[in-house]
C-alpha cells in the first residue's frame, strides 16, 4: 500500500462502571431526548453551542480545521429521539437497500460492513464482518472504549512541578508529564478541551511556591513516566507523518499536540516534552524566577515519592479528551491515551504494548476483538487489522453503558461537526442524524457510527474498504450508505 503521506489522514485526524443489561431503555433514551432537544435549539441559534441553521456555504472537498462548523439548512435534531419500541429494520429489507450501495465499485474489491441494533447488540447485516480490515482513523474507538473503561471519563490528567534535588547549589524543579499532551501555553481555559490546563497557571504556582521558599534562581528539569527516554513514534508512522503535521512523536506533556502554529497541520516540535518545559521555563522568567542553563530531561524513577509540590494544572476530564479526540481525529491525543491505557493494565509503557493492550481492554468489555492486531492505536500508520464486528461491539457497548456513553457522544455529526462537517450536509436524512468516526489512508476508507433510523431505531454500523481506487469517490459510497441507514424504515 501506498505511504499514508499520500493522502491526508482524519485530522488530529480507571474503574469501568458496573455492566449494563442489554435492556437499557430509560437511561439511553434520556441522553439521546436530551442531546436532541438542544441540539435543536442550539441549530436554531437559540441556545449556545456549535450548531447552526444558517446557509451553507460552498462544500470543502476535505473537512473543515477542528473546530470549524458547516452550517446547513433545516438541520434536523442531532440523534432524534430513539425508542425501544420502534421496529427494527428486518435483516432482508436492510440487505436489499444497503447491498447495492456496499457494491459500488468506488468501495473497491476488499470491503466488509456490519450493521447491528445498538440497543441489543442482535446484527442485522453482516457482509464479511470478522475479517480484519485496515481501520484507519475508526481504531481510535477502540482507544477512546479502552481509555473510558480503565481510567474513568472523569479522571483528569495532572501536570506538576515538584522540588527535586539540588543541582550543586541551584535548586532544582521537576516538570511531572501526567499525560496531558492537549496543554495551554498561557492561562488555562475552564471552557476548552485543549488548553484547559495552561502552563501560565502552573508557573503562577511555582513562581509564588518558591517565593515562599526564599528562592528565585532554579534549574528546571524534565520526568515523563510515558516517555522517560524521550518521543516515541508507533509502528507504521512514517517520517513524513510528522513532518507534514498529521501527527507529534508522542510524549506525556505537550502544547496542543506540540504544533509550533495555531494550525491544524502546523509543523511539531520534534520533543513535545522538552518543548513544554521551554514554554513553563519562559513563563517562570516572566514571573522573576531566574531559571539558569538548559531544561533537560531527568529519570522519573529518580523522583523521591513525597517530593513538595510547588504547583499543579489539570486537564479537561478523559470523557471531553476522548471526545475531542474522536471528533477532530487527533492521532497524538490517540497515542497519549494509549500510553496511559498500557500503563492502567500493567502492560510495557510504549507503543507496542499500548496497541496490544487497547483491544485487550475492549476485550474485557464484552466485546469480541478476534483477529484485531494494532500497529497503533491512533490509526496513522499502516499494519493494522480490526473487524467491523469489533468497532459495532463497540459502539453497541457505548449505548448500553454510561461508562462509554462518551465514545457516542464524542462523535463528528454528520454536516455538523468534527470530521464529518464537510460531509452529508447534502443528505436530509442523515445531515444531524448520523454520528460516525471517519478513517482515510491512502486506498484506506471507513466509517463507523451509529444513527436513529426512520422508524426510530438506533443502529450501529461500520464499513471498512483498505483496497479503494480513490479517496473521494471512496468517502462518496460511504456516505451513501451511511444516508441510506438513516432514512431507511426496512421493514
Known amino acids: 500500500m501506498p505511504s499514508a503521506s499520500t493522502v491526508r489522514p482524519d485530522r488530529r485526524a480507571g474503574r469501568r462502571g458496573p455492566r449494563r443489561p442489554v435492556v437499557v431503555a430509560t437511561a439511553l433514551l434520556a441522553v439521546l431526548v436530551l442531546l436532541a432537544g438542544y441540539a435543536a435549539a442550539d441549530a436554531a441559534d437559540v441556545l449556545p453551542g456549535p450548531l447552526t441553521t444558517a446557509p451553507p456555504p460552498e462544500p470543502d472537498p476535505w473537512p473543515q480545521a477542528p473546530g470549524a462548523e458547516v452550517p446547513t439548512e433545516g438541520a434536523a435534531p442531532v440523534l432524534a429521539e430513539a425508542s425501544t419500541a420502534a421496529p427494527r429494520p428486518g435483516p432482508a429489507a436492510l440487505a436489499a437497500v444497503l447491498d447495492p450501495l456496499l457494491g459500488a465499485p468506488a468501495l473497491g474489491p476488499a470491503r466488509s460492513a456490519v450493521v447491528t441494533d445498538a440497543l441489543t447488540g442482535d446484527v442485522l447485516l453482516d457482509e464479511g464482518g470478522g475479517a480484519p480490515r485496515q481501520p484507519a482513523s475508526t481504531v481510535k474507538l477502540l482507544t477512546g472504549a479502552a481509555a473510558l473503561s480503565l481510567l474513568g471519563g472523569g479522571t483528569t490528567l495532572p501536570t506538576s512541578v515538584v522540588l527535586g534535588a539540588d543541582d550543586g547549589a541551584t535548586p532544582v524543579v521537576v516538570l511531572v508529564a501526567g499525560g496531558d499532551v492537549l496543554l495551554g501555553a498561557g492561562a488555562g481555559d475552564p471552557g476548552a478541551v485543549v488548553g484547559r490546563a495552561g502552563l501560565a ?7 509564588s511556591a518558591l517565593a515562599d521558599r526564599g528562592e528565585r534562581r532554579v534549574a528546571l528539569r524534565l520526568a515523563d513516566p510515558l516517555a522517560p527516554s524521550g518521543p516515541v513514534r508507533p509502528a507504521g508512522w512514517t517520517p513524513g507523518d510528522v513532518a507534514l503535521g498529521y501527527a507529534a512523536d508522542v510524549t506525556g506533556v505537550a502544547v496542543d499536540a506540540g504544533r509550533l502554529a495555531d494550525e491544524e497541520y502546523a509543523p511539531r516540535a520534534p520533543d513535545p516534552g522538552l518543548a513544554a518545559a521551554e514554554v513553563l521555563a519562559d513563563r517562570l522568567r516572566e514571573r522573576g524566577v531566574d531559571v539558569v542553563g538548559d531544561v533537560a530531561r531527568g529519570d522519573p524513577a529518580a523522583l523521591p515519592q513525597d517530593a513538595p509540590v510547588l504547583g499543579e494544572v489539570r486537564s479537561a476530564p478523559l470523557a471531553e479528551v476522548v471526545g475531542d479526540v474522536l471528533r477532530v481525529s487527533d492521532n497524538t491525543g490517540a497515542e497519549a491515551l494509549g500510553l496511559l491505557v498500557a ?149
Open 343 to 491: 500503563r492502567a493494565s500493567g502492560a510495557p509503557v510504549t507503543p507496542a504494548g499500548a496497541a496490544r493492550a487497547v483491544p485487550a481492554a475492549v476485550a474485557e468489555l464484552g466485546v469480541d476483538v478476534g483477529g484485531a492486531e494494532l500497529a497503533d492505536v491512533s490509526g496513522l500508520g499502516d499494519g493494522s487489522g480490526v473487524p467491523a464486528t469489533a468497532l459495532t461491539g463497540v459502539l453497541a457497548a457505548a449505548a448500553r453503558e454510561d461508562a462509554l456513553r462518551p465514545v457516542l457522544e464524542g462523535l463528528p455529526v454528520a454536516g455538523l461537526t468534527g470530521s464529518l462537517a464537510g460531509r452529508l450536509g447534502d443528505e436530509p436524512a442523515a445531515r444531524g442524524q448520523v454520528r460516525a468516526k471517519t478513517g482515510t489512508l491512502t486506498g484506506v476508507s471507513s466509517l463507523a457510527g451509529v444513527t436513529v433510523d426512520a422508524d426510530g431505531r438506533l443502529l450501529a454500523f461500520a464499513v471498512l474498504a483498505d483496497e479503494v481506487p480513490a479517496t473521494e469517490a471512496a468517502r462518496g459510497a460511504l456516505d451513501d450508505v451511511a444516508a441510506a441507514l438513516a432514512g431507511c424504515g426496512c421493514r
Open 201 to 207: 497557571d502552573l508557573a503562577d504556582e511555582v513562581a
